[in-house]
């Protein structure tokens, strides 16, 4: 089963699980568990030795009709008036969408908000959706339609926010943070603002969904440079962090300036099922649905260990090495300093932009004093500088992607094409002892140490 690097352990053999296998000569035992992780559209079963715990979110059934679920959020909202109400009498709307690298079912979303819309007086032509960018890439025909559906981008105009051109951005003011609000155009000057999203762990911003529709994700690069740098930024990762948290703080006061009117927002269980929607006040319909996301995904780990593998959860979370390395801010929290932590992920579409700023480093420590001097940039440092701050403390593999070897080592990185291979190779660094976490869904999972 193992493609075993070290001599001492050569002896070893997989098992099923819980089963052991024995040294030769010694009274070492190592057990061995099979664990199933999900990488790119498919899974892979691997036995996994020393296992100190696989760590998984808490199941909670999905909804049987999600339809019914979405319109039971929008019909009886949070700390707000009916979308129709808020609606009713005003001419246009925005609707902001996530991008493919945030998997929710924004097209039914969008849909059942229409209808919203519809009992206000609202035509399609009247509505128009804007895809929250960031500074991601735009994303393709293709990915459009499978994320929105043909029918959805046959009703509706689509806006594709563009961070870095000016002549699509508004400047609405100033946090009190100082926080320049710099957003999309057309959403700001249409009558009713509506954000979708879902809510899930988020290494900068505690939870992503809400607020985050608007600041990162339509802000423009001056905006998201600020509030992507020290001092709005976290220096560690912040899963699960809302209060006096910087970045979240920042976001909320942004989208406050941006007068969103509503939002809807949807929480998932492990198997991408819709579990709850919430909808309504830009605030307090957010934080009803961390309430629910935390029961979920926030999990007590006993200790740290020696190893840590972990998958963003499959595509589209590993899409890229930019949305794969989410995972790797969860291992942080549960490795021990100068562990290993093992990157399971397929990385289809690369490493992204980030990569060549690790490539042009001399070493890790490089990338962290590039981004402490000069802050976001579009090249990509921000997420360079949060893979070379766990470079800086672990040591880092990935397994089972698309990215060559020599790319990978370019970045630092130690490349393997198979999970057996990482993990053969962390045994011959840390010994036959080595204690190892497994996290299959690492990118959502907020650790709890010591419960």
């Not at 003011?173 to 762990?201: D, R, S």
């Not at 672990?394 to 370019?410: Q, T, Y």
Request: with cysteine; proline share 5%; hydrophobic share 40%.
């Amino acid at each position: 089963m193992f493609n075993l690097l070290h001599e001492d352990l050569n002896n070893l053999t997989g098992s099923k699980q819980c089963e052991t296998s024995v040294r030769k000569g010694s009274s070492l035992t190592v057990h061995f568990e099979k664990v199933t992780i999900p990488v790119g559209e498919t899974q892979i079963e691997v036995s996994v030795p020393n296992v100190k715990g696989v760590i998984r979110p808490t199941y909670i059934p999905g909804v049987k009709d999600m339809r019914a679920e979405v319109r039971r959020a929008i019909q009886n909202p949070v700390q707000s008036t009916r979308l129709k109400e808020i609606a009713r009498g005003k001419k246009s709307a925005g609707i902001i969408v996530n991008d493919i690298t945030r998997p929710y079912p924004s097209g039914i979303l969008v849909e059942i908000i229409a209808d919203e819309l519809a009992e206000a007086g609202f035509i399609d032509d009247q509505i128009f959706l804007v895809i929250a960018y960031g500074y991601h890439r735009p994303n393709t025909d293709q990915e459009l339609r499978s994320m929105l559906g043909d029918h959805i981008l046959e009703r509706f105009r689509i806006v594709h926010h563009n961070a870095t051109d000016p002549l699509r951005l508004v400047t609405l003011g100033q946090t009190a943070g100082g926080l320049e609000v710099q957003i999309n155009k057309e959403f700001a000057e249409a009558e009713v603002k509506i954000t979708t999203g879902c809510i899930t762990p988020h290494q900068l911003a505690g939870y992503s969904g809400g607020r985050k529709s608007v600041m990162p994700g339509i802000a423009g690069i001056n905006s998201l440079k600020r509030h992507h740098s020290f001092p709005i930024r976290p220096n560690v990762s912040s899963m699960g962090w809302l209060e006096g948290n910087p970045f979240h703080e920042e976001s909320l006061a942004a989208a406050r300036i941006a007068k969103i009117d509503f939002i809807v927002n949807t929480v998932d269980n492990p198997e991408r099922e819709l579990v709850s929607c919430v909808a309504g006040d830009l605030n307090f319909a957010h934080l009803k649905g961390v309430e629910i996301c935390s029961k979920i995904w926030t999990v007590p780990v006993v200790e740290q260990s020696d190893v840590v593998i972990v998958s963003p959860g499959g595509y589209p979370r590993d899409f890229d090495l930019h949305q794969s390395q989410k995972a790797i801010g969860c291992a942080e929290m549960l490795c021990k300093k100068g562990g290993q932590i093992i990157l399971v992920a397929e990385i289809r579409d690369g490493a992204g932009k980030f990569g060549k700023v690790l490539v042009d480093a001399e070493c890790p420590q490089d990338v962290i004093d590039q981004f402490i001097q000069t802050g976001y940039s579009p090249a990509g440092i921000s997420k360079a500088y949060m893979l070379a701050r766990a470079l800086k403390d672990f040591n880092i593999s990935v397994a089972c992607s698309k990215v060559a070897r020599g790319e990978l080592e370019d970045m630092f990185l130690e490349g393997f094409d198979s999970l057996e291979n990482a993990i053969a190779s962390a045994m011959h660094k840390y010994g036959a002892e080595a204690t190892f976490l497994v996290i299959p869904h690492a990118s959502d999972i907020t650790p709890i140490i010591g419960g």
